[in-house]
């Protein structure tokens, strides 16, 4: 995959907050913007969780973005089970 081109814009928690109501947001930073994905980095597992628009997650892959559920993405990220 390509370095990731980040788009400048302000930090968006709208599409994490579709998923996760506090505490559990709180674990996550903001990090940047790019190919249209918002990127939150969890502070324990230094883990990236990457969120569109509407709240759907994907994981990158070979050829690009794949959607996953959020749920099992969310445990990998989190480490939690």
């Not at 709208?14 to 994905?37: C, I, S, T, V």
């Not at 918002?38 to 973005?65: A, M, N, Q, S």
Request: glycine share 8%.
């Amino acid at each position: 995959m390509q370095p990731p081109a980040i788009e400048p814009s302000p930090p968006n928690w709208a599409p994490l907050e579709r998923q996760l109501k506090p505490p559990q947001n709180g674990e996550f930073m903001w990090m940047y913007r790019d190919a249209g994905l918002d990127h939150y980095k969890h502070i324990e597992t230094r883990r990236y969780l990457r969120l569109d628009g509407e709240g759907r997650c994907f994981v990158p892959t070979e050829v690009g973005w794949k959607e996953v559920s959020f749920e099992d993405e969310w445990k990998r990220v989190s480490g939690r089970s």
